[in-house]
Nanobody, 121 residues
Framework: QVQLVESGGGSVQAGGSLRLSCAAS????????MGWFRQAPGKEREFVAG????????IYTDSVQGRFTISRDNAKNTVYLQMNSLKPEDTAVYYC??????????????WGQGTQVTVSS
């Protein structure tokens, strides 16, 4: 079993930055691919970024390309999402997930509880 806990969310002004963390426990983490999703009020769950277990390969949805960076530190059992140049449309609950690194949420096996990110104008 993999347990995931997100942290680092909060409220920022447009143009600001946040770094989200996802701490894993309960099983071996280092060879799990990981992804980040988000869900804004009234909208569908949206893929944000994914990372291969090695950290070598990453993918991003077009709307965050160039602004967000996913990374992982397997020694710390932690995945990060660095978010720069934040926009109001980035406001959402952000979830980390384990078991895949693709865009389809149904491919993932484990989910964190989510952390709120609010970007104001």
């Amino acid at each position: 079993q993999v347990q995931l806990v997100e942290s680092g969310g909060g409220s920022v002004q447009a143009g600001g930055s946040l770094r989200l963390s996802c701490a894993a426990s309960g099983s071996t983490f280092s060879r799990d691919p990981m992804g980040w999703f988000r869900q804004a009020p009234g909208k569908e769950r949206e893929f944000v970024a994914g990372i291969h277990w090695s950290g070598r390969n990453t993918i991003y949805t077009d709307s965050v390309q160039g602004r967000f960076t996913i990374s992982r530190d397997n020694a710390k059992n932690t995945v990060y999402l660095q978010m720069n140049s934040l926009k109001p449309e980035d406001t959402a609950v952000y979830y980390c997930a384990a078991g895949s690194w693709g865009t389809d949420w149904s491919e993932y096996d484990y989910w964190g509880q989510g952390t709120q990110v609010t970007v104001s104008s």
